[in-house]
């Protein structure tokens, strides 16, 4: 497979990539730094090895496929909610 991944709100490409797991990383990164809602300006191209144009994936599909390739890639928040919850902080 073949990725391309574009910020559809100002058509500028991040980049292509050939491994899934590295640009659904790069989207967690960028979802963490900018806010969830950043994934709606996201826009993820994928083309099969077969050269089969597959349905982009954005917003909250883009979103629930990271959560299922990089579940170990957890949002920023989430991380700090469970090491604060395990010291005992609010």
Known sequence: MKYTLWDIETSNQFGQFEDEKEV?????TLANHYGARYAEDLGLGR?????????????AAL???VDEVVPECRRADELIGSRGRNRGVA
């Open 47 to 59: 083309v099969s090895e077969e050269g089969t144009i597959l349905e982009p994936l954005s917003g």
């Open 63 to 65: 979103i629930a496929r």
């Open 24 to 28: 659904l990383t790069l989207v967690r």
